[in-house]
């Protein structure tokens, strides 16, 4: 039997940003990945293969980094794990491991929906084959409708629907699509950006039924209306897939993933878990989060792979960063939103900044940017940041959560020191974040000298 120094199992976020790790960590261990499949689909790029790629195969992570890095790689299925005498057993061999990192993901949520199981019904899978099956099916269809009107619903919809599906429909059972991911101001735009588009929505709506014979021919919504559907998309989140875990009797936390310590060790001092199938604690207080993205899969693997061989980093706990974009219109958020934040029990203020990333703002690609803050009244600790605008939002997004993250106050960041050039930022006079903070603390001020 072969032995490691370290197995991985898993080859998507979590499990290759793991190995990476653990040999820039370790220069001269053995790294062995086990993962199932023999291409791994880039999980994030999913919905541009029903529009803007031409098939799933122009959606994969290279596999370039296991030459590179010299990490092993054998593609077979974990079946169980001898804790005991540290083995690893898949479907074809036997590896023996000193550490083991589990990074097994996730599985789309099936929602209990009578008629869920009819041929046409699809959920997002992340399966090369599956997803190739999918595509040939949309292809002749006219009447596509998705369940869930969050970014994987709504990014599916307005891709199907550019590839020239005739109606295509999102059912959201909130107030309005995206609703637990940004505040409604934001959340209308979008629905108004989709609906431009040609993509129907349906919010305030709940699908009761999938009806049909053995295919699915339409829904059922608890408002009464029926909608034609040739193909039936869900899109509504992820569980964490702790099946292995579960049989070798590690611990299992309240959302379903594998219990971690901040340092991603498990129950098992010898295993650690990372990425959609670990349990995670919220950066605002330290409760459970049932989030799951790539970005914190990715950030948990570089904490396990940098501690197998002794402890040096630990995970601050989930801030939330994400950012979606349908045509010219891209959200993000870092952190809380205001309604979130009020929902954890802080008392806030917002301030808002529209101005324009060039300077002047007629240049060739000049967008309008909308930055709203959200800070603690008593400590002005930035709580979270939505951006609205173009491309450029997923950097300013991520440059709030480094604000976030290192719990700036709106004094700190009305001092943040950045740079600007007419061609790629905003006007200094104008700058968005710092625009924002300011006033913020302009409200902060009034509020105190009303107490
Ligand atoms: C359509 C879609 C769009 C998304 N968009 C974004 C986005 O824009 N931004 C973002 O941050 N997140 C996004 N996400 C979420 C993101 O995809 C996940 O958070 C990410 O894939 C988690 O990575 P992971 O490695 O933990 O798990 P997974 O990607 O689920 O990978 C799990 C790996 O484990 C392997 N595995 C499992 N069990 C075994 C076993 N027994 N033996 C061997 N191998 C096994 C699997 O084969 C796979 O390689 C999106 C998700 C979807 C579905």
């Known amino acids: 039997m072969k032995s490691y120094d370290v197995i991985v199992v898993g080859g998507s976020a979590a499990g290759l940003t793991a190995a990476q790790t653990v040999r820039r960590h370790y220069p ?17 790029g999913i919905p541009y293969i029903f529009g803007s790629l031409e098939n799933p195969r122009e959606n994969l992570v290279p596999d370039i980094a296991y030459e590179k890095m010299n990490l092993g790689l ?3 299925q974990v079946m169980d794990i001898d804790r005991e005498n540290r083995v690893v057993k898949t479907e074809k061999e036997e590896f023996g491991y000193e550490k083991l990192i589990l990074g097994t993901g996730s599985y789309p949520a099936m929602p209990p929906i009578p008629g869920h199981d009819k041929e046409g019904v699809y959920a997002v899978i992340k399966d090369v084959q599956y997803l190739t099956d999918m595509q040939e099916k949309l292809k002749p269809v006219k009447n596509v409708v998705v369940i869930g009107g969050g970014f994987i619903g709504i990014e599916i919809s307005d891709e199907i629907n550019k590839s020239g599906v005739e109606n295509v429909s999102v059912i959201e059972i909130e107030k309005h699509c995206l609703y637990q991911s940004y505040d409604e101001e934001f959340c209308v735009e979008m ?16 699908v009761i039924s999938i009806d049909g014979g053995e295919h699915v021919e339409s829904v059922k919504l608890s ?14 989140g992820a569980v964490a897939n702790a099946d292995l875990a579960k049989k070798i009797g590690l611990r299992i936390g309240l959302t ?9 060790r498990t129950s098992d001092p010898n295993i650690f878990a990372c990425g959609d199938c670990a349990e995670k604690v919220s950066f605002f207080g330290g409760n459970s989060s049932a989030l799951r993205l790539a970005s914190i899969a990715t950030l948990e693997a570089r904490v396990a792979g940098a501690n197998v061989f002794g402890i040096k980093r630990e995970t601050p706990g989930t801030i939330g960063v994400w950012g979606t974009a349908v045509g010219d219109l891209a959200l993000g958020t870092a952190g809380l939103t205001e309604k979130m934040a009020k929902a954890h029990g802080y008392n806030v203020v917002s301030a ?11 240049l060739a690609g000049a967008a309008k940017i909308k930055i709203k803050l959200v800070f603690e009244i008593n400590s002005g600790v930035l709580l979270g940041g939505q951006i609205r605008g173009d491309a450029s939002v997923g950097e300013i997004t991520n440059a709030v959560s480094a604000c976030v993250q290192n719990r700036m106050t709106a004094e700190q ?3 943040f020191q950045s740079g600007t050039h007419p061609l790629i930022t905003a006007s200094p006079i104008a700058y968005g974040i710092v625009n924002a903070a300011e006033a913020a603390i302009s409200k902060m001020i009034k509020v105190k000298e009303q107490l």
Do not use: F, W
């Open 256 to 264: 379903g993933g594998i219990v971690v310590d901040r340092a991603m």
């Open 223 to 236: 408002t009464g209306k029926t909608i034609a559907a040739d193909i039936v998309i869900l899109g509504i």
């Open 74 to 76: 054998h593609i077979d």
């Open 352 to 362: 808002v900044n529209e101005s324009v990333n060039r300077h002047p703002g007629k």
């Open 28 to 44: 001269n261990k053995r790294i062995l990945v086990v993962r199932k499949e023999e291409r791994v689909l880039i999980p994030c």
């Open 191 to 206: 629905e108004q950006q989709l609906q431009s588009r040609g993509v129907n929505i349906y919010t305030g709506s709940k």
């Open 413 to 415: 960041i009305a001092m």
